[in-house]
C-alpha cells in the first residue's frame, strides 16, 4: 500500500506518517526506490496511535504499548489518574477564583486585589498551584487518598502476570472486587508510597515490571519447584545474595529506594490483599507457598550462620555492612528477602 492511500484512509498528513516511521511506531517495507510499502498492520497500528492519542497518552508511552500491549493497561491506568488529579485541580482553581471574585467591589485598586490575591492563595500554598498532569509532592483536597484507579494499578503490578493466566469465573471476578476493596480500605502510608512510586515509573523501568516474560517465566519456575528442589533454589539465593550485596550501583538503588518502594512492596506482598489473590489464582497460590519456603529457609540459613560465626564473616554481617537500617530483619518480610537474593 502506498503512502497516498494510508493517507486517504487515516486523514494523517504525509509528514506526520513519515514521523511516526522515524520514531519506530511503524515498520513499512522500504523499496528499492527508496518508497514505503504499508501493511494492513501499519494501518492498524496508525489506527491505534490516533486513539491513543485522543486518549492523552503522549508518543514515548503510545512506543511502548505498541512493543508490548501486556502493560497497556499501566499506561491507561497512569493516564486516567492524571485526568482525575486535573479535574481536582481544576475545582480546587476554580474555588479560588470564585474567592477572589466574590471580594471584588465596582472599584478596586492594585493594593485590593493583591490582599484578595493573597487571602486566596496564601505563600505558604503557593506550592499547591501547579500545571495540570503534575502529581508529585502535591496534596490538594482528598488527594493522598488511594482510590479505585490506584486499587488496579497496584493489583495489575502485584499480581497481573498471575491473572493472565486465569479465566475469570464469576467467583474469581467478585473476589477480585474485593481485592481492590481491600487496597482502598487500607490507606496505609507505605501503600500511598508504593502508588506513587509505580506512578512515576520511567518506560524502561514499566516494561522491567509488568508483564515481561523473564518475569513470568521466573515465577512459573518457583512455583513449579519441587520438594527436592527446595534446597538446591534456598543455596542459589544465598550466592546471589552474597554477589549482589558486593554491586555497589545495586546497594545504592536499594537504599534509595527502599523508604518509598521495596519496604512498602514488602509489607503490601504480604498483607491480607495477597489472602484474596491465592484464593482467585492457584498460580499465584503455588508460587507464594514456594517463595515463602525459600524465605524461611533462607532466613535461617543467615541467622544459623550468623550463630556459628560471631566474628563478622556471615551474610548477615554484610547485609549490616551494606545495607544498614535499609533491610527489617526483625520484621521478617519474605519480599525482602527475595528481593535481596534478586532471584537471578
Not at 493573597?118 to 500545571?131: M, Q
Not at 491480607?272 to 497460590?285: P, T, V
Amino acid at each position: 500500500m502506498k503512502i497516498k492511500e494510508v493517507i486517504n484512509l487515516t486523514g494523517l498528513s504525509k509528514k506526520t506518517v513519515h514521523y511516526y516511521i522515524d520514531e519506530g511506531l511503524i515498520h513499512p517495507k522500504q523499496l528499492e526506490n527508496g518508497y514505503y510499502d504499508f501493511s494492513r498492520d501499519d494501518i492498524n497500528a496508525l489506527a491505534s496511535v490516533m486513539r491513543l492519542k485522543a486518549l492523552g497518552l503522549q508518543l514515548a508511552d503510545i512506543s511502548v504499548i505498541l512493543k508490548s500491549p501486556d502493560i497497556a493497561l499501566y499506561y491507561l491506568l497512569r493516564e486516567e489518574k492524571k485526568i482525575r488529579w486535573d479535574i481536582k485541580y481544576t475545582q480546587y482553581q476554580e474555588s479560588l477564583l470564585r474567592k477572589v471574585i466574590s471580594g471584588l467591589e465596582g472599584n478596586n485598586d492594585q493594593a485590593r486585589l493583591n490582599d484578595l490575591l493573597t487571602e486566596a492563595i496564601p505563600d505558604e500554598n503557593l506550592r499547591e498551584i501547579r500545571k495540570p498532569g503534575q502529581m508529585d509532592d502535591v496534596n490538594i483536597g482528598d488527594s493522598d487518598i488511594l482510590d479505585e484507579t490506584d486499587a488496579e494499578m497496584l493489583a495489575f503490578y502485584f499480581w497481573g502476570s498471575f491473572m493472565k493466566k486465569e479465566e475469570m469465573n464469576e467467583y474469581q471476578l467478585f473476589l477480585l472486587e474485593k481485592l481492590k476493596d481491600n487496597i482502598v480500605a487500607t490507606q496505609s502510608e507505605a501503600t500511598r508510597k508504593l502508588r506513587d512510586t509505580i506512578y512515576r515509573f520511567t518506560s524502561d523501568t514499566a516494561e522491567a515490571n509488568f508483564g515481561g516474560a523473564d518475569q513470568e517465566l521466573e515465577y512459573q519456575k518457583i512455583a513449579d519447584l519441587t520438594g527436592d528442589e527446595i534446597p538446591e533454589y534456598v543455596e542459589h539465593m544465598y550466592k546471589s545474595a552474597k554477589e549482589t550485596l558486593r554491586n555497589p550501583r545495586w546497594v545504592a538503588s536499594w537504599i534509595s529506594e527502599y523508604d518509598g518502594y521495596q519496604h512498602p512492596c514488602s509489607v503490601f506482598f504480604d498483607g491480607l490483599c495477597s489472602r484474596y489473590m491465592r484464593e482467585l489464582s492457584r498460580h499465584f497460590a503455588s508460587y507464594q507457598d514456594h517463595i515463602n519456603l525459600c524465605c524461611r529457609l533462607f532466613y535461617k540459613k543467615i541467622m544459623s550462620e550468623k550463630k556459628e560465626n560471631p566474628e563478622g564473616a556471615s551474610l548477615y554481617d554484610l547485609i549490616e555492612e551494606k545495607l544498614g537500617g535499609y533491610f527489617d530483619f526483625e520484621g521478617y518480610h519474605s519480599a525482602d528477602l527475595a528481593s535481596l537474593a534478586e532471584w537471578k
